[in-house]
């Protein structure tokens, strides 16, 4: 995940240049990161352009594909399926303030309303 953000961040990157990004905030080496995206290509989570003889890899999916994939699977592992058990036990598990609460009913009445203009 560490790789996909900073490939979604930066855009389209050299081994070098994650690796220069992910060593600045652990101690990552270079033949670790390169065996990472190549892993990664394999099983198309990153896409590896050959044109130059720096290899450049990019993300396969943009950041909210992956993210509702990785919510999805956890709602049906972790949560039976439930949504808002899911939403619930986020909520509990870190302090939310006014401002994060406002936006998260903003939202859920986002959601409403268009669910409404579906139905």
Same mark, same amino acid.
């Given at each position: 995940?560490?790789?996909?953000?900073?490939?979604?961040?930066?855009?389209?990157?050299?081994?070098?240049?994650?690796?220069?990004?992910?060593?600045?905030?652990?101690?990552?080496?270079?033949?670790?990161?390169?065996?990472?995206?190549?892993?990664? @290509?394999?099983? %198309?989570?990153? $896409?590896? !352009?050959?044109? #130059? +003889?720096?290899?450049?890899?990019?993300?396969? &999916?943009?950041?909210? @594909?992956?993210? %509702?994939?990785? $919510?999805? !699977?956890?709602? #049906? +592992?972790?949560?039976?399926?439930?949504?808002? &058990?899911?939403?619930?036990?986020?909520?509990?598990?870190?302090?939310? !303030?006014?401002?994060?609460?406002?936006?998260?009913?903003?939202?859920?009445?986002?959601?409403?309303?268009?669910?409404?203009?579906?139905?």
């Amino acid at each position: 995940m560490e790789i996909l953000a900073v490939l979604w961040e930066r855009g389209p990157c050299t081994v070098r240049q994650v690796h220069d990004v992910l060593a600045a905030r652990r101690g990552t080496g270079y033949t670790t990161v390169l065996k990472l995206l190549q892993i990664m @290509a394999g099983k %198309g989570l990153v $896409v590896r !352009d050959e044109t #130059d +003889r720096s290899h450049v890899y990019r993300a396969a &999916q943009d950041r909210g @594909a992956v993210q %509702g994939e990785l $919510v999805g !699977d956890l709602i #049906d +592992r972790a949560f039976a399926g439930s949504t808002s &058990q899911l939403v619930m036990r986020a909520l509990a598990q870190r302090p939310t !303030d006014a401002n994060e609460l406002a936006e998260i009913r903003r939202m859920l009445d986002e959601l409403l309303a268009a669910e409404g203009r579906r139905r």
